[in-house]
């Protein structure tokens, strides 16, 4: 914990991803002092259904809150912030807990991002031709939530439709966990509500689609009050939040962001002085963040709208306030790496040999296929094998959730050779699914001179090299490897009223991939946290 006699202030960050929540302590100079995550639950009762529990999800955000703030003094916390997955939580008039499931178990009363029930509803709206698809791409994702509202009306009618009143996304229910404000953030309306921040609701979309029940009420299930990510909420964290929290109570705490889109704000207005990259001097609208955990999400800024045929968006200040965002995304990287390698025949070989060398299976695969690549660079490996990625269907440019994988070039053999190489035609997949959606958003206008990747998969060398030989563009990682986190509690920092915006509040240095890949992640034992200023944030 920090010593010395300077008074610091401090914020949390709460980071709720598709397997873990993580929290953050963070100070106001952007220094990430203590760290924890835990675990979190899902169900698939059955193929493409994915549900979680809400009471589940809150319960491991009090873990690891209680967790980070220990040893600190509790009077120098001034702000709480939450990102979290775009999961869509149902309760019932009383804010408990409603199933989403044909087994009428209310525990799992969340359906998750990437559940594709709602194939026949998404393709009705679609349909429509209805003009507010411009701003998702032209095209409604299964993974948004209108049409999960569509499919409990037509599915789970009374145990669940009938009894509802509130449907939030997940971000927006934490925040009303924590405060009992039933606001939700511009963010969340606006990338997966069809919510326009200049014209609010369009009362003519969820008529023609079938769900003109929310308009009648003035959308008091889905949300009629919308405040910008980062505004303070009500009178802040209720009492009884923050015992649960182990936080003080009345501290602010923010309208919240979507995951992507705090890694998006953590990284892209980066410092990257002095390493001689394209984008230095450039407007901030150069840089993509790249957000890569179970999915990848492509996150490009502009001062006007760009229409992206199959890349979300543009969705107005729904990331950095004023700019218009378009968000390319691949429904599963992280979770078809895992599916790849832990499938594989040589898995349990892998897992050995793994743990006997003290490591990760990941960085086991990577110096394998370094000692297998003899004198060719390893990505020459794959020349013979090729995967097609799109094994959950295809989020970005595509925008084909029929679509389904591929891999060409099997042979009989399964030994351990067999997997690293198959593991790094994944890899190099993931990476050219990268380019195609950077490929659409430059014919539409955008022009990008270098990535900025975070989140999980950011942590792997390989699929970060395989980022910058495949698209041919400079890859940045963030000194501070959990940039989500601390996009999280840049919005805490923001509520508090310490800073004015969110990008008052800064945004950590950054270093080139090559300089950044032996950096310590705050689960190292070793780990030491950075003393990084927060620099400005770099205006366009
Ligand atoms: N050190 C690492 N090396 C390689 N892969 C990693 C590492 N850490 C996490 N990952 C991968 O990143 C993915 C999860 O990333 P994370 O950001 O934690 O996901 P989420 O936010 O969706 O819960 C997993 O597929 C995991 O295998
Ligand atoms: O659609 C999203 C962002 O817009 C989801 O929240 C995201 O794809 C899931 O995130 P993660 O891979 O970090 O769990």
Redesign the pocket.
């Known amino acids: 914990m920090p010593g010395g006699n300077e008074p610091r202030s401090y914020y949390v960050g709460v980071?709720v991803?598709?397997?873990?929540v993580?929290a953050a302590l963070v100070d106001q100079r952007g220094t990430l002092l203590a760290f924890a995550d835990q675990p979190i639950n899902q169900w698939e009762p059955q193929f493409n259904h994915h549900e979680q529990s809400s009471e589940d999800i809150w319960a491991a955000c009090c873990v690891v809150s209680k967790k980070v703030v220990q040893g600190v003094n509790l009077h120098q916390i001034r702000g709480l912030g939450f990102d979290a997955?775009c999961s869509l939580v149902v309760l019932d008039k009383q804010f408990r807990p409603l199933p989403v499931n044909h087994e009428g178990d209310s525990h799992r009363n969340i359906i998750m991002w990437l559940d594709h029930r709602a194939v026949s509803q998404v393709h009705r709206i679609n349909e429509t031709k209805h003009s507010v698809l411009q701003y998702v791409g032209g095209v409604m994702s299964v993974e948004m939530q209108a049409p999960k509202l569509l499919w409990l009306k037509e599915n789970l009618r009374e145990t669940c439709w009938d009894k509802a009143g509130h449907f939030f996304d997940l971000p927006d229910f934490l925040s009303w966990k924590a405060t009992g404000v039933t606001a939700r953030s511009l963010c969340s309306l606006v990338c997966k509500w069809t919510y326009s921040a200049e014209k609010g609701w369009d009362d003519s979309f969820w008529k023609m689609v079938g769900l003109e029940d929310l308009v009648t009420d003035n959308y008091s299930k889905i949300g009629n009050q919308v405040l910008p990510p980062g505004a303070s909420l009500g009178s802040g964290l209720t009492p009884e939040a923050a015992k649960d929290l182990g936080l003080p109570p009345g501290i602010a705490v923010a309208a919240s962001l979507i995951?992507a889109h705090a890694g998006g704000l953590g990284v892209i207005g980066a410092d990257v002085k002095g390493h001689g990259l394209a984008c230095e001097g450039q407007p901030v609208t150069s840089r993509l963040a790249v957000?890569?955990?179970?999915?990848s999400c492509h996150m490009g800024i502009s001062k006007n709208p760009i229409f992206v045929p199959g890349v979300w968006g543009p969705y107005f200040s729904a990331m950095v306030p004023g700019f218009w965002l378009n968000e390319g995304g691949q429904s599963v990287?992280?979770?078809l790496?895992?599916h790849m390698v832990q499938g594989h025949a040589a898995f349990p070989e892998l897992q050995a040999k793994a743990t006997a060398r003290g490591q990760?299976v990941?960085?086991y695969l990577n110096s394998h296929l370094d000692l297998i690549k003899k004198a060719q660079p390893v990505g020459f490996l794959t020349v013979d094998l090729h995967v097609w990625p799109d094994f959950h269907g295809n989020r970005s440019p595509l925008a084909d959730l029929t679509l389904k994988g591929m891999v060409t070039g099997l042979k009989l053999s399964q030994d351990l050779d067999d997997l690293a190489i198959l593991y790094l035609a994944t890899v190099q997949a993931i990476a050219f699914g990268t380019r195609l959606i950077i490929e659409a958003m430059e014919s539409a206008g955008h022009s990008i001179s270098t990535l900025f990747l975070c989140?999980?998969?950011s942590?792997?060398p390989l699929?970060v090299q395989m980022h910058a030989d495949i698209t041919g563009l400079p890859v940045v990682l963030s000194q501070e490897v959990e940039s989500?986190l601390v996009g999280a509690a840049v919005l805490g920092a923001c509520a508090s009223g310490d800073f004015a915006s969110v990008q008052q509040v800064k945004q950590p240095v950054a270093s080139p991939s090559d300089e950044g890949k032996d950096k310590k992640?705050p689960k190292d034992p070793d780990y030491v946290p950075g003393e990084t200023e927060f620099p400005k944030f770099l205006g366009p």
Not at 291 to 295: A, K, L, N, V
Request: aromatic fraction near 6%; glycine fraction near 20%; hydrophobic fraction near 20%.
């Open positions: 980071d991803g598709t397997g873990s993580r997955t995951d957000i890569c955990g179970t999915s990287t992280g979770k790496i895992d990760s990941y960085a989140g999980g998969l942590k792997n699929f989500v992640t």
